[in-house]
């Protein structure tokens, strides 16, 4: 499984950004569930957003929600992340994952992207 993640980049407090994350390789029956993390300077990588990519089910961590949107394009095996109203606390490295349980751990996703760098300024 391959995941390529893009979309980062610098904006001001407010704006918005999409980050996209396409899917390749062997794309086992079990790995049913996408997610986006993130990772800021000195911080561990904690949960933003997942979602279940047979019903569109989604989840989200408590700081994003109302701001952030996870969505799925199940023809073109890409997952995305709408950011909106982005905030300084946003700033981070963000991954895309895929794994097998709808969670909010780290140990619940097994292959991970590369990262892609949000960076929110005031």
């Known amino acids: 499984v391959q995941l390529q993640a893009s979309g980062g980049g610098s904006v001001q407090a407010g704006g918005s950004l999409r980050l996209s994350c396409a899917r390749s390789?062997?794309?086992?029956?079990?790995?049913?569930?996408m997610g986006w993390f993130r990772q800021a300077p000195g911080k561990e990588r904690e949960f933003v957003a997942a979602i279940r990519w047979s019903s569109g089910s989604t989840g989200y961590a408590d700081s994003v929600k109302g701001r952030f949107t996870i969505s799925r394009d199940n023809a073109n095996n890409t997952v995305y992340l709408q950011m909106s109203s982005l905030k300084p606390e946003d700033t981070a490295v963000y991954y895309c994952?895929?794994?097998?349980?709808?969670?909010?751990?780290?140990?619940?996703?097994?292959?991970w992207g590369q990262g892609t760098l949000v960076t929110v300024s005031s």
């Open positions: 994952t895929i794994g097998p349980n709808f969670g909010r751990l780290r140990s619940d996703y097994y292959y």
């Open positions: 390789g062997r794309t086992f029956s079990s790995y049913t569930v």
